[in-house]
């Protein structure tokens, strides 16, 4: 799954378990509403900031949130560095 999508699922699943709107997540987060619904469809992934001020809102740390949506998109949360030239010394 797109992580996009996938990150969008997590987020309307959190905010429904706290019962917020989106109108209440997006104030609590310093964004618009549209903002939030536009994650929430899969539009775009968020920006680390966005991310960062979801999480807040949230009260999760950002790694949760983010760990979060991986879990959803299936895609593994560390990607082998080792085997990357620039991490090579």
Do not use: C, Y
């Amino acid at each position: 799954m797109e992580f996009a999508v996938a990150f969008g699922r997590v987020l309307r699943k959190l905010r429904f378990e706290q019962l917020l709107t989106q109108h209440d997540l997006g104030t609590r987060a310093s964004m618009q509403p549209k903002s939030v619904s536009s994650l929430e469809m899969g539009r775009h992934a968020p920006s680390l900031e966005n991310l960062v001020k979801l999480a807040s809102a949230l009260s999760i740390a950002p790694w949760d949130l983010l760990k979060l949506a991986l879990e959803e998109a299936e895609l593994p949360d560390q990607a082998p560095l080792s085997r990357d030239p620039v991490f090579k010394r």
